[in-house]
């Protein structure tokens, strides 16, 4: 049997976004909003946040929640390898702690690929949304992602791939949603190797699992969450929250 643990990356200096953390969302802090809801979904032996902020760390454990310090890093999951490297866990789930209205659903699934695996091939599992206007296939913001015939990623990029050289062929286009279930061992190991060539051109962390033969099975989702990356982004998720409470 798996222990299955939550670990939410919150770093206080956003580059968009400072402090975003602990602007008010409702009654609470962006923060714990996206700490109770995870807790809630009642899917993980244990929940954390892993922070470089004593504000975010203080802001937890004060509303009886679990935060770890770690250093500054890079990557959320060199945050989130930092902060579980002595915690007794087989399975991390990285939640974002800017995505305070992740569903309960799409997290079991990314757990069951586990539960499923017998070989223990698969190093990481995450979730790809269909995308079906243009404009959003082509924004170099959301990160798009092609599978084998199994469901394993065979690349990740902020191009638009598969590139449809005849416009009669009909293919889907999926972007990466960027909520991830490691093995521990594959997330310790990533967090030791260096950064690599298509990680740094592309600015994006997944590539260095695929880049040193690491397998990342992508999960189909039709959840579309509320990242808050802005102010406005903030604005829409209080609209949101209050059509909830209401």
Excluded: W
């Amino acid at each position: 049997m798996n222990k299955v643990i939550a670990v939410i990356p919150a770093r206080y200096n956003s580059t968009r976004f400072p402090g975003k953390m602990m602007e008010i969302l409702g009654n609470r802090t962006i923060i714990t909003t996206t700490y109770q809801n995870v807790v809630e979904t009642d899917l993980f032996d244990e929940v954390f946040v892993a922070t470089d902020s004593e504000l975010i760390f203080d802001e937890i454990s004060k509303n009886g929640g679990k935060a770890v310090m770690t250093g500054e890093h890079e990557t959320g999951s060199d945050r989130i390898a930092e902060a579980v490297e002595n915690i007794d866990c087989d399975i991390v789930i990285n939640v974002q702690g800017d995505e305070p209205f992740l569903k309960k659903e799409p997290l079991k699934q990314l757990i069951d690929v586990f539960s499923n695996d017998d070989k223990k091939e698969i190093s990481l599992a995450s979730l790809k949304i269909h995308l079906k206007e243009l404009e959003e296939i082509q924004n170099p913001n959301n990160v798009k992602v092609v599978t084998d015939n199994r469901g394993f990623a065979l690349y990740f990029s902020r191009s638009v791939i598969p590139f449809r050289r005849d416009l009669d062929t009909e293919i889907p286009y999926y972007k990466h949603i960027g909520v991830y279930a490691f093995r521990k061992e594959a997330l310790i190991k990533f967090s030791s190797l260096p950064l690599t060539p298509l990680e740094i051109c592309e600015k994006l962390e997944q590539l260095r699992y695929l880049e040193n033969g690491m397998k990342i099975k992508m999960v189909e989702t039709d959840f579309v969450g509320v990242g808050i990356d802005t102010p406005e982004d903030l604005e829409k998720a209080k609209t949101l929250i209050s059509g909830i409470h209401d």
